[in-house]
C-alpha cells in the first residue's frame, strides 16, 4: 500500500492551529533564552535514517515468535512498508540490505521501485552467523576468523558477493557483524582468531570500491558466551586502523556491556574520525533491541550531545555516520514500533542542538559543576515535539505519524492486503 499526498494533507488539518500555537510558544520560550529554533527546524528536517529489512516482520526471541499479520513476504513489500514509514515521517528514507534474507532477484528494477517511495540504500549487511543451503563449509566454529582457510574463503567472497549487490542498488557501505568467537576457554587462540579476522577483513577491504566505507560492529558476548573476537570498541578500532581509511568503527547501543559509558565511546571515536556507523535501539539488561528511547532516554540524549559536539568540532573529519535502527519490536506492531523509535531519535537530536558549547565550555573552565549538569538537564527537559511535527511538515509528512497510522488503518489495510499468516524473510 502507498499513502497518498491528499492522505498527508487531510491527516494534518483539524492540528494545524494547535501546532502553530505550540510552536509559537516554544520559539518565545527558546528566544528567551537567545536560542534559535529555525535552524533546529532544518537540521531535524534533513536528517534521516535507515530502516533495516528485518525490522518489518514480527518480532520475537528464540524462544518463539507471534505473527503479527499482514507482514511483508518479499524484498518489494518490505520496502513498500518502509515506504509508508517515510510517507509519514519523511525521515526513513533509507533501506539497510541483509543478505542473503534479502537478495535482490533484480537490482535495477528493486532499485527502481524503491526510488519511486524516495528510499535508497543505505549499508549492506552481510551474513556468516548462520549457514545457508547448500553452503559448503559450516562457519559452526567461526567465519572470517575460523581456523580453516577454506571456510574463511567462503565467508570472505559472501561478504565481496554483498559488495556487488550493494552497488548495484547504489549502496556506498558494507557492515561486518561478526558472530566469530569462543563458547568456551580453550577452544580458540585469541591471536590467531584475531589475525585471521584480520587477513580475512583486508580481502575483503580490497574489494570495496573507491566511494565505498566497510563499518565493522563489535559486541561483547552473545552468540558466543566466552569470547566474541570483535568484542569491542578497541578491537574494531584496531582493526579498522589496520585496514585503512574506507573503514570505520559501528557502535550499537545495545552491544554494551551494562552501564558502560557510552557517550564517552563516541567522542574518543569521533575525536579519531572513526566512527562510521551507529545502530539505535534501548537496553535494559544486555543486547535487548527494545524500541530507542524506552528504557534510557537521558543516555540517548547525552549520545546525541557527544554526536553533535563532536561533529561540529571536526578535527580529524569524521563522516556523517550512518544511522540506522537496528531494534526488536516483540509483541508490538514493527511499523509502529519503527515510529517511536524514530521520534525517540529526533527527539534526543534536537534537545541536544538546544545545548550551548561556549556556556558549557565556560562552566568547564570555571569547574562550575552544578552549571555543566543544568546545561544539559535543561535542554533534555524542554519539549522539542513542536519542532519535529513542524519539520516533518515543512517536508511534506504528517504531524501525528502514530496517530494518523492508527486513523488511516494501515495494519488492517496490511492484513487485507497480505493476509493474516504473511510472514517476512530473515530471522
Ligand atoms: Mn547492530
Known sequence: MKLTKKQITQANKGHLATHAKQLKHLKEDLSRKGIQVEPIIQTIQKYEVAIPSWALGAGGTRFGRFGFGGEPGNL????EDIGVLHALTQSAGAVSLHIPW???????ETKRFAKSLGISFDAMNSNTFQDQ??????????????????????????????????????????????????????????????????????????????????????????????SMVIQDWGTSFLLANQLGPKAYTLVDLGHHLPNTNIEQIVATLLSQGKLGGFHFNDSKYGDDDLSVGSIKPYQLFLIFNELVYGLSHNKPKNPIPAWMIDASHNVKDPLEDLLQSIHAIETAYAKSLLINYQELALAQKNNDVTLGQEILQDAFHTDVRPILREARKRAGGVLNPLGTYRALGVRERLIEERGADSLASGL
Do not use: C
Open 76 to 79: 518489494h513489500q518490505k520496502i
Open 102 to 108: 534479502d537478495i535482490p532477484e533484480n537490482p535495477a
Open 133 to 226: 543451503p547448500n553452503q559448503k563449509h559450516s562457519y559452526k566454529y567461526g567465519s572470517l576468523a575460523d581456523r580453516d582457510a577454506k571456510v574463511r574463503n567462503q565467508a570472505v567472497r559472501h561478504n565481496k558477493k554483498v559488495i556487488d549487490y550493494g552497488i548495484a542498488l547504489g549502496s556506498k557501505s558494507l557492515t561486518v557483524w561478526l558472530a566469530d568467537g569462543a563458547n568456551f576457554p580453550g577452544q580458540n587462540n585469541f591471536r590467531e582468531s584475531l589475525n585471521n579476522t584480520l587477513q580475512s577483513l583486508k580481502k575483503i577491504y580490497a574489494h570495496l570500491p573507491k566511494d565505498w566505507k566497510m563499518f565493522i560492529e563489535y559486541k561483547p558476548y552473545e552468540p558466543n558466551f566466552y
